[in-house]
């Protein structure tokens, strides 16, 4: 199994400014990560594909990088909206999907 | 716009099982390009999948899971289901279903999902 460690557990942020959100895989995983927002009372939203690749929906300012076993979610400047919880998700290891535990990016 | 939507008990008694539909509108199981997902987040806590279903009704299950879950698709009435037996208070839990987009022919990423339903486990 692929183990997924997010950091963060707790992102404190003021809106305006940049948030970076990392994930680490225990394996190589190439670029076969996706990320999702999850909101309060809400189902996870499909955020990010192939690491890199914005779903539809999400602003330019959100951004996803890295490849192998280091990946980054970047957000250029936050916006209220922005603050929920982050998950990162692998599926090279297929049909064994894991998450991350979440980065929850809250208002500083 | 496909939706997907959860339903069935929000309470189930322990040692007994946890039967979920969800219901796919705006799209169909019997498209070759997705499979079916069941994923399951307890109260507070992060992310768990527990298997996937395709049209055809093959299925892929957590080993962590495998024996107690069943995944199934009926495509006559466009929905797919999960059981989980022998349930303890460890498998409270918000359960969502979610479409598991194939991508050159590896299933990968999940999207859209349900709403969620949460399914308490206790007597």
């Known amino acids: 199994e692929i183990v997924m460690t997010q950091s963060p557990a707790t992102l404190s942020v003021s809106p305006g400014e940049r948030a970076t959100l990392s994930c680490r895989a225990s394996?190589?995983?190439?670029?076969?990560l996706a990320w999702y927002q999850q909101k309060p009372g809400q189902a996870p939203r499909l955020l990010i594909y192939?690491?890199?690749t914005r779903a539809t929906g999400f602003p330019a300012r959100f951004s996803g990088s890295g490849s192998g076993t280091e990946f980054t979610l970047t957000i250029s400047s936050l916006q209220s909206e922005d603050f929920a919880v982050y998950y990162c998700q692998q599926y090279n290891n297929w049909p064994l999907y894991t998450f991350g535990q979440g980065t929850k990016l809250e208002i500083k | 716009q496909v939706q997907l939507q959860e339903s069935g008990p929000g309470l189930v008694k322990p040692s007994e099982t946890l039967s979920l539909t969800c219901q796919v509108s705006g799209g169909s199981v019997s498209s070759g390009r997705f499979y079916w997902s069941w994923i399951r987040q307890p109260p507070g806590r992060g992310l768990e999948w527990i298997g996937d279903v395709y049209y055809s009704g093959t299925t892929n299950y957590n080993p962590s899971l495998k024996s107690r879950v069943t995944i199934s698709v009926d495509t006559s009435k466009n929905q797919f289901s999960l059981k989980l037996s022998s349930v303890t208070a460890d498998d409270t839990a918000v359960y969502y279903c979610?479409?598991?987009?194939?991508?050159?022919?590896?299933?990968?990423?999940?999207?859209?999902w349900g709403q969620g339903t949460l399914v308490t486990v206790s007597s």
């Open positions: 192939g690491a890199s």
């Open positions: 979610a479409r598991l987009v194939i991508v050159s022919t590896i299933p990968s990423w999940f999207d859209p």
């Open positions: 394996h190589s995983i190439s670029i076969n």
